[in-house]
């Protein structure tokens, strides 16, 4: 089947926000609610349990280079998020019954009938994707649409985008793509525009991401970590931490019975 994937050029969103629509349609995910988060323009929040595509937005005072507004200095940054389907999957590792696995499209899956919502994914995911429902306690995030993958469909999100900033494929192809953009990019004086996450060399903590993406800003600006990293790549460096702690605490153990000795002879 090869590896498929998502490319997100935040470049050309426009904050529709037809992807969250299609996804909640397809899916059949409950509804969030309707609240006012008095911070934003975006009605939505965050990626969750029942949100499996989030289009934020994020306004700054900082112009988009080569184009002036009248009024003041100021941009819209705005990007669709989605589980990332990290190469070295975090959920996938901490989680106990195998719920979690990774599928012949190289995409990482939650199986609902074997979640037992104990929730290990949930810490272990770097991106804070993976979260349990109230109503049923299990784990829940984006399957990359795998129902529509095996009938050799395009998942619901990347079908509904109007301007394909949301791109599905093999992910050989949409590498080159996202390359042939960024040059494209640079070469019209946008040189701000670099890749997210494209594969191991550029994001070694995750081991690349299936889900990955183009921004023109720092990642903390659009809500993700600069250098995320998968639990499980720091076991070595901590069972060596505490291997050297327990032999510093049996040679001071040693050392004060030897002085005890020392003293009585």
């Known amino acids: 089947m090869g590896q498929k994937g998502f490319f997100t050029d935040t470049t050309v969103c426009i904050g529709c926000k037809a992807c969250e629509v299609a996804c909640k349609q397809w899916n059949q995910l409950p509804d969030d609610g309707f609240h006012f988060t008095g911070m934003s323009y975006d009605q939505t929040g965050a990626l969750g349990a029942s949100t499996w595509r989030h289009v934020a937005f994020v306004e700054r005072p900082v112009p988009m280079p080569g184009v002036s507004t009248a009024i003041a200095d100021f941009s819209w940054l705005m990007m669709s998020d989605v589980c990332k389907h990290c190469q070295r999957a975090g959920c996938l590792e901490a989680c106990p019954t195998g719920a979690i696995i990774r599928t012949e499209f190289d995409t990482v899956y939650v199986q609902p009938d074997v979640c037992n919502g104990c929730?290990?994914?949930?810490?272990?995911?770097?991106?804070?994707?993976?979260?349990?429902?109230?109503?049923?306690?299990?784990?829940?995030?984006?399957?990359?649409?795998?129902?529509?993958?095996?009938?050799?469909?395009?998942?619901?999100?990347?079908?509904?985008?109007?301007?394909?900033?949301?791109?599905?494929?093999?992910?050989?192809?949409?590498?080159?793509?996202?390359?042939?953009?960024?040059?494209?990019?640079?070469?019209?004086?946008?040189?701000?525009a670099y890749l997210y996450g494209k594969d191991a060399v550029n994001q070694p903590g995750t081991g690349g991401l299936n889900a990955f993406f183009l921004l023109v800003d720092r990642p903390e600006v659009y809500n993700l970590p600069p250098d995320p990293v998968v639990p499980t790549m720091k076991a070595r460096e901590s069972w060596t931490a505490v291997a050297v702690g327990a032999l510093g605490m049996a040679a001071a153990a040693l050392g004060a019975v030897w002085l005890g000795k020392e003293r009585r002879g």
């Open 119 to 192: 929730g290990y994914c949930v810490a272990a995911c770097p991106f804070g994707v993976v979260s349990r429902r109230e109503d049923d306690g299990r784990a829940w995030k984006c399957t990359l649409c795998y129902d529509r993958l095996g009938e050799g469909m395009t998942p619901a999100c990347a079908k509904a985008c109007p301007t394909e900033s949301i791109v599905f494929g093999d992910l050989e192809v949409l590498h080159a793509r996202a390359e042939a953009r960024v040059e494209s990019l640079h070469a019209r004086g946008l040189t701000d």
